[in-house]
């Protein structure tokens, strides 16, 4: 499993704007992109695992790339509400 340690500089509004890694994680993620290009976890090639994941994707109606970039940044907005109203609590 891929542990990162990362720190965030973060802008005058407290909007994260950079990431810093220590060298090994960032070694360990090269390492991981590298094998991640190689394939998916159970020996499926990348390729067919992207096949598979955007007909899955069309198939719970998310067909073309605009709709799928506006799910991912719903999904982002409410992972960022979370974590904003998480730390009010």
């Known amino acids: 499993m891929l542990k990162l340690n990362e720190r965030f500089v973060v802008d005058a ?8 890694l220590p060298i090994e ?12 290009g190689r394939g998916v976890p159970g020996g499926e090639p990348l390729a067919e695992w992207r096949k598979g994941f ?5 198939r719970a109606g998310y067909s ?9 940044r719903q999904i982002k ?5 979370e974590r ?6």
């Open 13 to 20: 509004a407290g909007h994260p704007v950079e990431v810093v």
């Open 25 to 36: 994680s960032y070694r360990q993620l090269l390492a991981w992109v590298a094998e991640a």
């Open 54 to 58: 955007r007909e899955a994707m069309a």
């Open 64 to 72: 073309s790339r605009e709709q799928i970039v506006d799910l991912t």
């Open 77 to 81: 907005r409410e992972v960022a509400d």
């Open 84 to 89: 904003i109203f998480g730390m009010q609590r």
